[in-house]
């Protein structure tokens, strides 16, 4: 074939079947520059397969419209595939904050989704328990049941005291006639019909331990124990390893006295608040409302109290009631004076600087200031404007105790937040303004408590231990009179 071609070049012509078969053309391009083309008839295909197809051609004109957007977002002067290059094209910082915005909100919808996907494998694992539950329970079989009414122990023992069959001693009272209102008159009709017999009458005796006369579950002694800590519910993913859960003790409709709230407070943007209707669907994790606080929650030192949330706003000393019927926020000041974001936290950390509580004297802040050096300082507030009523300063140093409560007006603190076994170990009574140590033995179950408060709704002690929610039964001594 290239001797052909020299042929042609030459000026040679071409005979037979070489004429046929190859041809030379020579003609100008759009520039004018002379071209030769020398052409060959492909002796196997009869059509040429297209040159890239149409996959390749879109590759193509997506790859410009890449080109072009790069060129825009980056600044750069990147000409198109196929296209020409536009006029005054420079950085644009407004396309690059928009990518930059774009990016990040995909990274949170992405975390977002991987959380619910979680969540939703959880469900369906639950629900495929119920399933092989409810297929257990109907596999059971029934007890046969007599279509004889079975007498009771007492109609029974009066089988033992019946005369010889054919004896007419009681028999007008086994015949007399029902008059109403006497329901014993239904038990002697089933009774004579039942069959004739003896049986052994047992007692059981309980043993009834004698009341403390030291012990008032319903005042507001000092406290003396607390209970082994009951867990009601593991949190599902990391973001639970530390949280507050509560109850509030006079509820506001919509939301009932069994209402209980939660919420998970690892991240930096805590704003999710989980209701349950009861402790029930608590423990199987099925929440009944989900509110989007309006501002970032700090760590685990809020509380319920007479329809609203109080919590501290992420990086401030402000505190925030928050309306759970109107979902708005009712109420917002700043504490005063009062550390926050990691000046003066609980020894566990955690950005506990400020911890609310309800008890029955009303709400309370637990906090520390420059001035009272790191001690603790307790604030009465008013639950509607958050104003502060009354302050005392104590000498007990906040970052030397694990967690605190409030307890009819009395502070108590935690010794640690890890050890399995520690103790209640400090108390402060606001009504007197004195302190003392205790030691009352307290467990840590699962090894890290980062939230111990107070549930005036039950009158127990609500804590997260380590991803888990749980309570604790408390006694109290009997209050002292004045």
């Not at 001797?3 to 070049?9: A, G, T």
């Not at 329901?183 to 009834?208: C, H, I, M, P």
């Not at 998970?264 to 608040?273: F, K, N, P, S």
Request: proline share 5%; glycine share 8%.
């Amino acid at each position: 074939m290239f001797f052909l071609f020299l042929l042609c070049l030459c000026g040679v012509p071409l005979r037979g079947d070489a004429q046929d078969r190859a041809a030379l053309w020579k003609g100008n391009d759009r520039s004018g520059r002379c071209h030769y083309t020398f052409t060959v008839p492909s002796p196997m295909e009869a059509t040429c397969p297209q040159a890239g197809g149409p996959e390749v051609e879109g590759l193509k004109t997506r790859l410009s419209v890449l080109e072009a957007l790069v060129s825009q977002l980056s600044g750069k002067d990147v000409q198109p595939r196929g296209g020409h290059q536009g006029a005054g094209a420079g950085p644009q910082p407004e396309l690059q904050e928009a990518l930059n915005r774009a990016v990040g909100e995909r990274n949170l919808l992405q975390g977002e989704k991987e959380r619910l996907e979680r969540e939703l494998e959880t469900l369906k694992l639950r629900m495929e328990e119920m399933r092989r539950e409810t297929e257990r329970l109907r596999s059971r079989p029934c007890l046969a049941q007599s279509p004889a009414v079975a007498p009771s122990s007492t109609q029974q023992g009066w089988d033992r005291a019946r005369p010889a069959a054919g004896s007419n001693q009681m028999s007008h009272l086994m015949t007399r006639p029902n008059r109403q209102g006497d329901s014993s008159n239904l038990r002697d009709s089933a009774w004579q019909y039942g069959a004739l017999g003896f049986q052994e009458l047992k007692a059981e005796v309980t043993e009834v331990p004698a009341p403390d006369t030291n012990v008032d579950d319903t005042g507001c002694g000092e406290l003396i124990s607390v209970g082994e800590p009951i867990t009601h519910r593991k949190a599902d993913n990391i973001a639970g390893k530390y949280g507050v859960w509560m109850q509030d003790p006079e509820a506001v409709s919509p939301y009932g006295p069994d209402m209980v709230w939660r919420i998970d407070t690892i991240g930096t943007e805590v704003r999710q608040l989980y209701g349950y209707d009861d402790m029930e669907q608590l423990s199987k994790g099925f929440p009944s409302k989900v509110l989007l606080l309006p501002d970032p929650m700090e760590s685990t030192g809020a509380t319920v109290y007479r329809g609203s949330l109080y919590y501290q706003r992420r990086l401030s000393r402000t505190l925030i009631r928050y309306d759970l019927a109107a979902e708005h926020v009712a109420a917002r000041r700043e504490l005063p004076h009062a550390g926050f974001h990691g000046q003066y936290p609980y020894s566990w950390g955690g950005y506990t600087d400020i911890d609310l509580s309800v008890d029955e004297k009303g709400l309370w802040a637990i906090y520390s200031t420059s001035k009272a050096q790191g001690a603790i300082v307790i604030s009465k507030l008013d639950p509607h404007s958050l104003e502060v009523k009354r302050s005392w300063e104590t000498s007990i140093r906040k970052a030397s105790v694990a967690n605190s409560f409030m307890i009819c007006g009395k502070l108590y603190t935690v010794a640690s937040y890890a050890a399995r076994d520690t103790t209640v170990n400090r108390v402060y009574d606001t009504a007197t303004g004195q302190g003392k140590a205790v030691s009352i033995p307290f467990k840590n179950k699962y090894g890290y408590n980062s939230m111990i408060d107070y549930s005036l709704a039950q009158r127990k002690l609500f804590a997260w231990d380590n991803f888990h929610l749980v309570s604790y039964d408390l006694r109290l001594g009997r209050q002292q009179a004045n």
